[in-house]
C-alpha cells in the first residue's frame, strides 16, 4: 500500500504565493510520474502539473507561466509552487502518484484546499 500525505493549501490574497508538498511513502518500486490536479467549486477536475521520473514536466494552459512543479526523488515527493494566485485558481488540490511495483499502481491524495481571496 502507499500513502499519500499533501500539505501547503490555505487562504492567501490575489497576487499572492503558496507552495503544495506530497509525500508518497509505502510499497512501490518507483514512482514513475507525480502530479497535481485541482477542482474548484462546479468545476470538473483538470490537470494542474505533472513531472515524470525523469524530470519532464508538463503544465495546464491556466497556470503556465504562474506554477512551477518540482520533485525530490530521495523524498519521493513533489513540490507545486504557486505565484501569481488569482481568484480562479481556488480549488481543492490533489495528489496523483502513479508507482511502478509488478504492476503500475495510481494513488490519490485527500486533497489540500486553496482559497485565493480578499
Known amino acids: 500500500q502507499v500513502e499519500i500525505v499533501e500539505s501547503g493549501g490555505g487562504l492567501v490574497q490575489p497576487g499572492g504565493s503558496l507552495r503544495l508538498s506530497c509525500a508518497a511513502s509505502g510499497n512501490f518500486f518507483s514512482i514513475l510520474v507525480m502530479s497535481w490536479y485541482r477542482q474548484g467549486p462546479r468545476k470538473e477536475r483538470e490537470l494542474v502539473a505533472n513531472?515524470?521520473?525523469?524530470?519532464?514536466?508538463n503544465y495546464g494552459d491556466s497556470v503556465k507561466g504562474r506554477f512551477t512543479i518540482s520533485r525530490d526523488n530521495a523524498k519521493n515527493t513533489v513540490y507545486l509552487q504557486m505565484n501569481s494566485l488569482n481568484p480562479e485558481d481556488t480549488a481543492v488540490y490533489y495528489c496523483?502518484?502513479?508507482?511502478?511495483?509488478?504492476?503500475?499502481?495510481?494513488?490519490w491524495g485527500q486533497g489540500t484546499q486553496v482559497t485565493v481571496s480578499s
Open positions: 513531472i515524470r521520473s525523469n524530470g519532464d514536466t
Open positions: 496523483y502518484v502513479k508507482t511502478f511495483a509488478l504492476r503500475i499502481n495510481e494513488y
